[in-house]
Structure formats: C-alpha cells, structure tokens
C-alpha cells in the first residue's frame, strides 16, 4: 500500500467517523487526552449557536465563558480515562451566552478503540429544559390538587359534624348535609378557576331553586375574590335554606328582597353592605337556641372580618351582612 492510498483510507476513515458523530441527535463532542475538543457534531453547534472551527482544540471547561467548569464534573471527566469510569447524567444549569437559561444532562465515557488504549472522551448533552419545567409543573399541579383536596374534605367534615341531629330524621339530616355540601362544591369550582367572581352570581347559585326564582337582587356589579367565594356562598346558603324551610321561601308568596352597595371603611378597606329581606312569608320569632346555621351566619362572617344582624321582624327575617371586599 502506497502512502497515497493510506492517506485516503486514513482520510475515508475520519470522513465516516465524523459523519457518524453528525448523525446523532444530541450535541456531542470528542476530546483528548488534554480534555481539549477534537470533534464536535452538528447538533452541539446549532444547539449551542457557536462556531466548530472557534471550538475545535479549545479546552472543553474554557467554552462557553467555563460554564462548564465545574468543580465536580472536573473531577468526574478528569477520572474517566484514569479509572475507566463514566459520567452518567450529571445535571448542569447554566444561563449560556447565546441560549439563555437551560438545563443539561451530562454524559461522558472513554471512546471505545480496538487496542483499548484510547485517551478520547466522547461527552454528550442531553437537554432537559422543557422536560424539567414540565416536572414542576406536574408536581406543583399535584401539590396544589392534595392541598384543595384536604381543604375541601376538612370543610366537608365540619359541616358533617355540626349539622344538628337532635329532632330531624335520618333522611332531613341527609338533606341538610347534601345541600351543604352541593353548595360547598359549586363555589370550589367558582373558586378553583382562580378569577373574581361576580357576587350576584354567587347569590342567586347560593339559593337554591326554586327560590330563585323568587330572589329579587338590587345593587351595583361588585366582583369577589376566589378567597372569599366559599365563606360568602355559605352564608347566603344557609339563609337561603333557612328561608325555605321557616320563612318567605315556605309559601307560595313570598319572596326575597337583596340590596348592596358599596361603602369606604376604615385604613381604606371597602366593604359590601348586604341587607337580605323576606316578605310575604310565615311569621318569623327569634330562635329558642342558636342553631348551627346562625353560628356559621356570624361566625364566617366575623372569619372574613365582617359582621352580621339577624333581626326576627314579625314581617319576616331581616339580615345586614357587612363584609370586607
């Protein structure tokens, strides 16, 4: 064999090698025994936006302004040819020069040769940017899931436990519970979406039908936080059941009367001023004990820190519900 024939066997060879290199998808490098850059593939020269001639013979830990000079994966790359060891997936983020913010898996191993004595590193770097911010948002989803979840069964629990038994059947405490809790549900979701809620809306859902048909509603557009959407619906509920089963909602005629307005407070705080009013309904007295429902009436009231008066007018229930917004 003639030294021009080596020659082009030699130059054949490298011509396939780097094609090989090329082929493969993720950015690749080679370096030598110096830890310089012999080779690098296409995709680590678009992935990273640099030049391979401003790369090739440069120290692998000098690119990039030494992103990649890293006390711990030196000490890794630096035992790979030593100790025949490899580099398995160590985690690099970087703002990079010319791509930003990214995060890469880092890969490096000796270059397999037929004599087995070779000083190469193949390193590769696998990108896991999108992957990563996805993880996180997975596991923030999951968290954020787990935490409504143990809200919701803990309010859920709470009403279970402090609806009344004494005097009602199994199946009026059944009723009770369910209404609770249909209405508990429905302002999760208003809730859940993260927006305001408009407070009308959030009435007229808390009344149930066919009460609402019989809600007359007066006062200006005022939207509500997703924090307060519950507590709110709670209370307009449980007058609204209240209503149904001992007032205006009990007969035909009657029909329920809701004003707000807005109005300034003190350390510049607004509030919602409410004022619920039955007519036409049964004579209504004051109640012999608190019940649960005029505890949770004042008692989520004073939670948002707002207040309540119940007034038992002959005529029908009176309500003023003032509450921060």
Same mark, same amino acid.
């Given at each position: 064999m003639i030294l021009e %024939?080596?020659?082009?066997? #030699?130059?054949?060879?490298?011509?396939?090698?780097?094609?090989?290199?090329?082929?493969?998808?993720?950015?690749?490098?080679?370096?030598?025994?110096?830890?310089?850059?012999?080779? /690098?593939? &296409? /995709?680590f020269v678009r992935t990273f936006e640099v030049e391979r001639d401003d790369i090739l013979g440069q120290n692998f830990f000098d690119l990039g302004n030494g992103q990649w000079d890293i006390a711990e994966l030196r000490h890794l790359i630096g035992s790979v040819i030593?100790?025949?060891?490899?580099?398995?997936?160590?985690?690099?983020?970087?703002?990079?020069?010319?791509?930003?913010?990214?995060?890469?898996?880092?890969?490096?191993?000796?270059?397999?040769?037929?004599?087995? &004595?070779?000083? &190469?590193?193949?390193? #590769?770097?696998? %990108?896991?940017?999108?992957?990563?911010?996805?993880? /996180?948002?997975?596991?923030?989803?999951?968290?954020e899931t787990r935490h409504r979840l143990r809200n919701l069964l803990a309010v859920i629990r709470a009403i279970a436990m402090q609806t009344e038994t004494e005097d009602r059947t199994a199946t009026e405490y059944r009723d009770i519970l369910l209404g609770r809790l249909e209405v508990t549900l429905r302002a999760q979701e208003l809730a859940a979406t993260g927006e305001a809620t408009d407070f009308e809306v959030l009435l007229r859902q808390s009344v149930s039908e066919p009460g609402a048909q019989r809600l007359h509603c007066d006062g200006p557009t005022v939207t509500l936080a997703s924090s307060k959407v519950l507590a709110i619906s709670m209370i307009f509920h449980e007058l609204g059941t209240n209503a149904a089963k001992y007032g205006a909602l009990s007969v035909p005629d009657g029909e329920i009367h809701?004003?707000?307005? #807005?109005e300034a407070g003190a350390r510049d705080r607004t509030y919602l001023v409410c004022n619920w009013? !039955?007519?036409? @309904? #049964?004579?209504?007295?004051?109640?012999?004990?608190?019940?649960? @429902?005029? !505890?949770?009436? !004042?008692?989520?009231?004073a939670h948002l820190g707002g207040k309540v008066e119940l007034k038992y007018d002959p005529g029908g229930l009176a309500a003023m519900i003032k509450i921060p917004v």
């Open positions: %024939d080596l020659y082009r066997l #030699l130059k054949s060879g490298h011509v396939l090698a780097q094609g090989i290199v090329d082929t493969m998808t993720q950015p690749t490098i080679v370096l030598d025994h110096n830890l310089c850059v012999t080779t /690098a593939n &296409n /995709a030593p100790k025949a060891a490899a580099v398995i997936g160590f985690e690099v983020v970087h703002n990079f020069p010319a791509i930003g913010q990214r995060t890469f898996l880092v890969d490096a191993r000796r270059l397999i040769h037929p004599d087995n &004595n070779s000083t &190469n590193i193949l390193i #590769l770097f696998d %990108d896991v940017t999108e992957r990563r911010r996805h993880d /996180a948002e997975r596991d923030f989803i999951i968290a809701v004003t707000w307005a #807005l009013r !039955e007519k036409n @309904g #049964l004579p209504v007295t004051p109640p012999k004990r608190r019940g649960y @429902g005029t !505890e949770l009436i !004042e008692g989520t009231s």
